[in-house]
């Protein structure tokens, strides 16, 4: 998962991930089929975690919390020095799907809350769902990127901060 995390898919040879792994290309073939066969099952394995910034998002119980808890986890989980910086499926183009579910995760959400709020004053319409997050969206690609490019928790948690403005209470 590094390696295509750090180079993405199509900057990712056989060798290299033969290389990292220690087994022959024969070996990668006939455990994982291929490279895309390996690629797919590392981003299920990464969008499986439950540490995962749409994942813990879906717990908010306002849609302002939703996107606080998404932000907080993406300011944490994109620059812990554990693993590369930033976001694999935010990074990755070939990942353009991967990228609407988890959109449609968190338009979802929002669309419950909405329908579940509908009686208080301060509740959004559920057509803005598809909106609101689609603005969570843009914000965690903008930070993996920011995170990318060597950008600190702090940084990333001050734009955060400051995109969280335009959420009403």
């Given at each position: ?50 540490a995962s910034v749409t994942t813990v998002g879906l717990a908010g119980e306002s849609p302002r919390r939703v996107l606080q808890i998404m932000l907080d986890q993406a300011a944490r989980e994109y620059t812990i020095a554990t693993h590369p910086r930033g976001c694999l499926v935010n990074s990755e183009p070939a990942l353009a ?73």
């Amino acid at each position: 998962m590094r390696l295509f995390w750090e180079r993405g898919y199509e900057r990712t040879s056989i060798t290299d991930l033969t290389k990292e792994l220690g087994i022959a290309a024969p070996s990668l073939y006939a455990a994982f089929g291929g490279k895309r066969a390996l690629f797919e099952e590392a981003v299920a394995r990464y969008e499986g975690s439950p540490a995962s910034v749409t994942t813990v998002g879906l717990a908010g119980e306002s849609p302002r919390r939703v996107l606080q808890i998404m932000l907080d986890q993406a300011a944490r989980e994109y620059t812990i020095a554990t693993h590369p910086r930033g976001c694999l499926v935010n990074s990755e183009p070939a990942l353009a799907v991967n990228r609407a579910q988890n959109r449609e995760l968190t338009a979802a959400r929002l669309r419950e809350l909405a329908h579940d709020a509908r009686s208080g004053s301060n509740a959004a319409p559920s057509n803005e769902s598809d909106t609101l997050a689609a603005f969570a969206h843009v914000l965690l690609a903008g930070l993996s990127s920011y995170a990318r490019d060597g950008a600190s928790e702090e940084q990333l948690r001050r734009v955060a901060e400051l995109a969280l403005r335009a959420v009403p209470e």
